[in-house]
């Protein structure tokens, strides 16, 4: 057997060489490539741009007064106005959102995903819910104004200077504007569950209580969480709804203190709020204030999506067992 | 537990009826069970079955049992409807929202499509292996006790329970030092080994078994073979596969499966062909069809 020899002759070889090496570079490749790190590049800059200098406007304000920034009430003066009542109405806002978003819209998603059965009607439920998601927070706004501020009108009678504008009707507006993205990445999350997981556990006999309860949710868990958390943030951040249920823009007093329960029944407003209401005061001396109120809420709001990345590498790391 | 006392029921009749307890000369328990273990008892039978998923029958007309301490296997070509007829039997196929069974499908002489039969009852009675390990994302302790604990076993029993079925699975050696390690940190074929362990810890009679190899190296499988002979001695074993040598290997009456075209709806629904003592399907079939299948012919 002739192992040695060479199987092409020298020409053929050179040929095949000068095929298979190519340089290594593709042109479209590498200018794909490249367009793409551009715009990241270009969306982190302009983001970094705008953060950079919403921080540097609003540091004085938190170096020279912290405390009265946070603790103060509204007033006329710049270099005496607070967010008080903005952190206070937003902190109320993300309750509402908690406690009647999440679990309705997780028990909603499950119902969807696992109980209902594929009809017309809950295809039609399916695709509406779909559009709520994207319909305009304004119009989330007039769904407050008319059916919460409704209801509400007279419900906390003489605690209240309002007419129905309290901060239960502001809460209970974003916790509906935040439902439909809730029900959504909820239902996505548990179709993303492996039938492989569904089946090991009905073929050891489990309910499906007992497998939605064990098996589904812990796995769709960390979408779930992030959907969760990401819809609360937005809602803490959305504005329109809240100008039309009739947030106090402007001054309010302190009345009621941060945790309790009678802010409820009163007037309100939140930290978007008072951040519009002080973009709009003439003079310069109010620009630092605005940037820091900014500068809280973007805080507020980047904690939810923190804790979203961190909860939801716990659960993952977890479900790998 | 309704199945309990319909079963209780369906043993009792199934003594009177036998031949040795009518027989007055040998009226001893003993006599009745080797007389109808000659006679080779069918545990699960399946009469004149037919899945529909929505309108499209998927399979037609399979009649063909489980006997009690046997393996029995479903062979044929893909898509002749082998897992389908499989999983109507522990009423998987009820996770299917379309699927539908006609036909009769009884255990121990009941019906499990009965009014009354619940599904969750018949999958403890009736444990599943599936095509692809699917151990759950949790402990290896945890995996063997999540059927128990459901079905109620008390906990102080569960440290056996493992130990025993893990044993009966033939993994016990290899895993017994890291019970609470991720289930996922095995190997394929142990892993399906702790999902047969998973599958024995809720004490069923049958073992349904889907192409239980199939994701599997021939070592791993060789040892999934080894095991399906000890663990026939007390459960009653259905397996489907496609490795027709392996249905030659470890089961002792074996169905051949094909497709034919549906003259209703111009499909292809798959159709018993022959059930038999495997020998006779793969020395002596009666059917042309078989015996092309088996010799390697067509398929």
Not at chain 1, 52 to 69: A, E, I, K, Q
Not at chain 1, 70 to 90: C, H, K, V, Y
Not at chain 2, 60 to 84: F, H, L, Q, Y
Not at chain 2, 144 to 171: C, M
């Amino acid at each position: 057997m002739a192992i040695a020899q060479p199987l092409l002759d020298k020409k053929t070889s050179e040929r095949v060489k000068s095929q298979l090496e190519t340089g290594g570079f593709n042109l479209a490749e590498g200018a794909f490539k490249w367009a793409l790190i551009g715009t990241l590049v270009f969306a982190l800059l302009v983001l970094t741009v705008l953060v950079y200098d919403v921080v540097v406007d609003g540091f004085p304000v938190f170096s020279d007064r912290l405390d009265t920034f946070m603790a103060n009430p509204s007033r006329t003066r710049a270099d005496e106005t607070g967010i008080f009542q903005g952190l206070r109405g937003t902190f109320w806002i993300g309750v509402f959102v908690i406690l009647l978003t999440f679990p309705i819209g997780i028990a909603a998603a499950i119902y969807l995903e696992e109980y209902a059965t594929d009809n017309w009607l809950t295809r039609t439920i399916n695709i509406n819910i779909r559009n709520l998601a994207g319909v305009p927070s304004v119009v989330y706004g007039i769904l407050g104004l008319t059916i919460f501020v409704g209801i509400l009108k007279g419900v906390y009678g003489d605690v209240a200077l309002s007419r129905g504008n309290t901060t239960t009707a502001g809460g209970l507006t974003l916790a509906a504007l935040a439902l439909p993205v809730v029900i959504i990445t909820s239902a996505e999350a548990i179709r993303a569950v492996p039938s492989s997981l569904r089946e090991a556990a009905y073929g050891v006999g489990a309910t499906k209580w007992e497998v939605i309860k064990s098996h589904i949710l812990p796995y769709a868990a960390p979408g779930i969480l992030t959907g969760t958390l990401l819809s609360l943030a937005r809602a803490l951040g959305e504005a329109a709804p809240l100008i039309l249920v009739g947030a106090v823009q402007g001054k309010l007093g302190p009345r009621t203190g941060f945790f309790e329960l009678q802010q409820l029944g009163e007037k309100f407003t939140a930290m978007p709020i008072v951040i519009t209401d002080m973009a709009k005061q003439p003079g310069s001396e109010w620009q630092p204030v605005t940037a820091a109120a900014i500068v809280v809420l973007l805080l507020v709001v980047l904690t939810f999506n923190a804790a979203a990345v961190i909860l939801r590498n716990r659960f993952e790391r977890k479900r790998q067992g | 537990m309704a199945i309990e006392a319909q079963r209780m029921q369906a043993e009792e009749s199934s003594k009177s009826t036998s031949p040795a307890s009518g027989d007055a000369v040998s009226p001893s328990v003993e006599g009745s069970a080797v007389a109808v273990k000659s006679e080779s008892e069918a545990v699960v039978r399946l009469d004149d079955v037919s899945v529909y998923y929505g309108s499209f029958r998927a399979v037609r007309d399979v009649t063909m049992p489980i006997n009690k301490n046997e393996i029995t296997a479903m062979i044929g070509p893909s898509g002749c409807g082998k897992s389908t007829v499989l999983r109507s039997i522990n009423r998987m196929n009820d996770l299917i929202p379309t699927a539908r069974v006609e036909g009769l499908v009884s255990y121990m002489g009941i019906d499990l499509y009965g009014e009354d039969v619940d599904p969750v009852e018949v999958r403890r009675r009736i444990g599943m292996v599936f095509q692809k390990p699917n151990p759950f994302p949790k402990s290896i302790r945890d995996n063997i006790t999540y059927g128990p604990r459901i079905a109620g076993i008390a906990k102080n029993e569960w440290d056996d329970l493992v130990e025993q079925s893990l044993r009966s699975a033939a993994i016990w050696d290899e895993v017994k030092d890291r019970l609470d390690d991720s289930a996922l940190g095995l190997s394929g074929g142990q892993q399906q080994r702790l999902c047969i362990a998973r599958a024995v810890a809720t004490k069923p009679d049958v073992l349904l078994m889907d192409e239980p190899c199939s994701a599997l190296d021939p070592i791993a499988t060789g040892r999934i073979e080894d095991l399906m002979q000890e663990l026939k001695n007390d459960y009653s074993i259905m397996i489907v596969t496609h490795n027709m040598q392996q249905a030659a290997r470890v089961s002792d009456r074996c169905g051949f499966f094909t497709t034919e075209l549906d003259s209703q709806s111009d499909r292809r629904t798959g159709q018993l062909v022959e059930f038999d003592e495997t020998e006779k399907i793969f020395s002596n079939p009666s059917d042309e069809r078989t015996e092309n299948y088996v010799t390697g012919r067509f398929g």
